[in-house]
């Protein structure tokens, strides 16, 4: 077999598929019998020798033979998609209840076609195509029926195979899937870890990272959204990988409803990864030659560890998933009016906020929640998307003329999924609810979800949105969205597909902001979801920045950041400086810690009240400039994790032509006689010199990369770092250097 060419796929006559770049390569073939079988994702291996061979077969006691075939196991035979029942007993890719009533299917290769062109996913988002090949493989059923169509994509440039599936009921009587994933993954029996990001509200992006045991872990959501809980994001790395060293396969999937990262370890140690909607209270009818297409799953593969995978996360993102015409354009600083008003807000308020963030040298003026009809709390109003005229009298319209007016940026908050019992649509609408009959529907924050399963329902929130966005008044959407689904159930659908709802919404959510965006492709729209409850590459395909968590206090914020960190670069990222004590967890904190902390995600900014704008002016104008000034960095740079021991945290930050490297270093608790600490950057020049501003000294990358340099020391017994030359941390707790490193 010849290696693949700037091709990328090749495909032997003995159907081995080989899908390689000049790093990485996918392999699986066809098996005599016909079964898709995997056999490789790692490194590039260009030679062809050995791979059709096949996995082992030999005697193996008590165990089952795929359709009596001589040692040909299922059980630990790694499969490209696997189904359940016909001697593999591990969780399947593919589960359906056949016309027969029985769920006993096996798919067996038809055909294959290899394009230059990636074909979009109906209704979902999917990565773009462009310097790719995507193979397509069919595989049939001829008992069942079943036709599925698997899609793989390899690019040139980024370490990534994605994939997804389509399944076409060819009967002629309707079948049930139970679990259409979008892609599974079998690897070679070894010695795994498994590194995800849980958490919860104000805490999102905790990094867990455990030894893969036998059995099966699960991170998923049946919630209706990805959720905060568990982030649709996995790596699964050889033991003891690092930042800087180890084999690592991180999946995600571009997915913004109920999904499901399996990594199932069985007697025989193979693994398997299984990705897609969560199979739990999943059920979708399918009809005769109707197509059922599941979300796209990403895999990337770093032999580098850690900071590689991420590397290659964010590089693909920036390129292939958001929006091309935001990914390096500098954001703009803003100033919120949330924590500095809540729902206080009116005509008179903005514009003060506005003469304020003039002042202060601040690009745009967000108005959030509590500006239309009767919301003065979250009790009340959500889906009346109208302005309330006793706090905007001449309308949201002539407010957001006025602030233009003074040289600044408008934005504009929303929350088009959500609908308040107190509010005329529900008066007018009440069977447009999520809800099933007959129950006491529960509530979050008092609101309902919308269902966007109907188009009914779709069509009037693009009206609404419409209608403020086509003024050309709004420059940025904030879109939030602040409960999780309960009692889901649809009044448009038959008893017979009601479990179908939670992903004929996604469905419908996508058409709505796919719809919307497109429209409007220079408005800046932000996923809100009471901070990171739904921040996932599916809505990053239509907004370019989410708001990552609702903690703005900065010890807070290092973890929220250091984990998104692992699957999203700084340009996804929203922040801003709020009150102290902080509004979250109480905690003070100073400007220059905020500042400091928030200056790691693009999309920056305040939202303080006027008192607190002017009791801190020259710290917040300082920090505005800094911001202004890096604004292009924030969004091209290179991100890396230097440091995190939970007390002491590093980052790094190299702007696109690594002429500026910004090193922030955070110090939770003070300690007496701490040990001194030095810590070695990467990924700079090895034969360039780079000086430290603060300190006047220069070091050689070389120098930098592999001796390190001394990190500002805190004692609290000596005089703070007065004279600013970044040896000294100031004494106390929650304190943080920015330092600022220039290739000379
Ligand atoms: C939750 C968001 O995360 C906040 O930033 C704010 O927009 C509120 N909702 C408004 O209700």
């Known amino acids: 077999m010849k290696a693949p060419d700037n091709g990328l796929i090749h495909v032997s006559e003995d159907r081995v598929f080989n899908l390689s770049n000049q790093r990485i390569s996918y392999i699986f073939r066809v098996s005599p019998e016909g079964i898709l079988e995997h056999v490789h994702f790692g490194g590039a291996i260009a030679s062809g020798h050995g791979l059709s061979a096949g996995p082992r077969r030999e005697f193996r006691g008590a165990v089952l033979e795929f359709q009596g075939i001589k040692h040909y196991q299922l059980d630990d035979t790694p499969q490209e998609y696997p189904l359940f029942g016909t001697s593999d007993s591990r969780q399947p890719a593919l589960h359906v209840l056949n016309s027969a009533g029985n769920t006993v299917n096996t798919l067996l290769y038809k055909s294959h076609e290899v394009s230059s062109t990636k074909p979009k996913l109906p209704n979902l988002p999917n990565a773009r195509g462009g310097n790719s090949r995507t193979l397509k493989v069919r595989l049939e059923d001829a008992v069942s029926r079943l036709e599925v169509t698997l899609s793989y994509t390899i690019y040139e440039h980024h370490n990534v195979v994605t994939r997804s599936a389509e399944i076409r009921n060819a009967g002629t009587e309707a079948v049930r899937l139970d679990s259409a994933m979008s892609s599974c993954v079998d690897l070679p029996q070894g010695e795994y870890e498994l590194l995800h990001l849980r958490g919860s509200w104000s805490r999102e992006f905790e990094v867990e990272r455990v030894g893969v045991p036998q059995g099966r872990f699960v991170i998923e959501s049946a919630r209706g959204t990805s959720s905060n809980a568990h982030n649709p994001f996995l790596a699964l790395m050889s033991k003891g990988t690092e930042e800087q060293h180890g084999d690592v396969i991180g999946t995600a999937l571009m997915y913004s409803g109920n999904f499901a990262i399996a990594v199932e370890k069985n007697e025989f140690e193979s693994v398997r990864i299984t990705v897609g909607i969560n199979p739990f209270n999943f059920q979708w009818r399918l009809e005769p030659s109707e197509i059922f297409s599941t979300p796209e799953a990403v895999h990337v593969f770093s032999n580098q560890g850690l900071d590689a995978m991420s590397q290659t996360w964010h590089g693909f993102v920036n390129d292939k998933v958001s929006p091309p015409q935001f990914s390096s354009k500098a954001r703009p600083t803003y100033l919120n009016s949330w924590e500095a008003a809540y729902f206080n807000v009116n005509h ?81 609408h009440p069977e447009w609810l999520i809800q099933v009959p007959d129950r006491v529907l529960s509530t979050g924050r008092y609101q309902h979800t919308l269902d966007l399963s109907r188009q009914d329902v779709v069509d009037y929130l693009f009206e609404c949105l419409d209608s403020f966005l086509s003024t050309g008044l709004i420059d940025y959407i904030k879109w939030d969205m602040n409960r999780v689904m309960s009692e889901v159930g649809s009044t448009a659908l038959p008893a017979s597909r009601q479990l179908e709802v939670p992903h004929r919404y996604m469905l419908g959510l996508y058409r709505l902001v796919g719809k919307i965006t497109s429209k409007y492709p220079n408005v800046l729209f932000e996923n809100c979801a009471s901070g990171g409850n739904r921040f996932d590459l599916g809505l990053l395909h239509f907004m370019s920045q989410g708001w990552v968590s609702d903690m703005c206090d900065p010890i807070g914020r290092l973890s929220i950041i250091s984990g998104a960190s692992y699957l999203f670069p700084l340009s996804t990222l929203a922040s801003y400086i709020g009150p102290v004590p902080n509004h979250q967890n109480g905690r003070v904190s100073s400007v220059k810690m905020r500042k400091e902390v928030g200056f790691f995600a693009a999309a920056r900014g305040l939202s303080l009240s006027e008192a607190d704008l002017e009791s801190a002016q020259e710290e917040i104008i300082d920090a505005i400039s800094l911001y202004k000034a890096t604004a292009q960095d924030l969004v091209e740079g290179r991100f890396h994790r230097i440091k995190n021991t939970g007390n002491e945290v590093c980052w790094q930050l190299n702007s696109k032509c690594g002429g500026r490297v910004y090193v922030g270093y955070y110090h939770v608790l003070s300690a007496p006689n701490l040990p001194f600490r030095r810590t070695k950057l990467v990924n700079l020049d090895a034969s360039a010199s780079y000086r430290l501003q603060c300190r006047n000294t220069n070091f050689g990358g070389d120098a930098l990369m592999n001796l390190g340099f001394d990190l500002p020391y805190i004692d609290a017994m000596q005089e703070p770092d007065d004279n600013g030359d970044g040896h000294r941390m100031d004494p106390g707790d929650f304190v943080s250097r920015l330092l600022l490193f220039k290739r000379n």
């Open 348 to 428: 008179d308020v903005v514009l003060g906020l506005a003469d304020k963030a003039k002042a202060l040298g601040v690009e745009m003026l967000v108005l959030d929640d509590g500006w239309f009809m009767g919301r003065n709390n979250d009790t009340s109003s959500l889906g009346d998307w109208q302005t309330d005229v006793g706090k905007f009298p001449q309308g949201i319209e002539e407010t957001a003329r006025q602030v233009k007016a003074k040289g600044l940026k408008f934005g504009l908050w929303f929350e088009p999924e959500m609908i308040s019992k107190a509010s005329q649509l529900y008066t007018a």
